[in-house]
C-alpha cells in the first residue's frame, strides 16, 4: 500500500508562488497516475491537475491553467504542483493521488497540505 506524503504548503500574499511536494513510500509510483485536487472550507473536494504514468502532458483545471504546472519525478518517487500568480481563491487544503487511471475513481490520498492565499 503505498503512503503519500505532502509538504510545502503555506501562507503566501496574493501573486506569490508555493511548490507543493508529494512523496511517495510503499511502492514505486511510476506505472501510476497521479494527481492533485484541493478542498475548501464549506465546498467539495476539486480536481487540480493530474499527470499519466508515462508523464506525458498534465491536464489541469480551467480555474488553474496557465498559473500551475504539475511534474513527476519517478526517480525520486515524487510529484510536484509549481503555484504561480497565487489568487485568496486558491487557499485549500491541497491533496495529493494516486490511482490506476486518470479518472480517480478509487484514488489513494495523502493527509493534504493546507495553503492560504492572502488578499
Known amino acids: 500500500q503505498v503512503q503519500l506524503v505532502e509538504s510545502g504548503g503555506g501562507l503566501v500574499q496574493a501573486g506569490g508562488s508555493l511548490r507543493l511536494s508529494c512523496k511517495a513510500s510503499g511502492r514505486d509510483i511510476s506505472v501510476y497516475a497521479m494527481g492533485w485536487f484541493r478542498q475548501a472550507p464549506g465546498k467539495e473536494r476539486e480536481f487540480v491537475a493530474s499527470i499519466s504514468w508515462t508523464g506525458g502532458s498534465p491536464n489541469y483545471a480551467d480555474s488553474v491553467k496557465g498559473r500551475f504546472t504539475m511534474s513527476r519525478d519517478n526517480f525520486k518517487n515524487t510529484v510536484y504542483l509549481q503555484m504561480s500568480s497565487l489568487k485568496p481563491d486558491d487557499t485549500a487544503v491541497y491533496y495529493c493521488?494516486?490511482?490506476?487511471?486518470?479518472?480517480?475513481?478509487?484514488?489513494?490520498w495523502g493527509q493534504g497540505t493546507q495553503v492560504t492565499v492572502s488578499s
Open positions: 493521488a494516486e490511482d490506476y487511471s486518470m479518472s480517480f475513481q478509487a484514488p489513494y
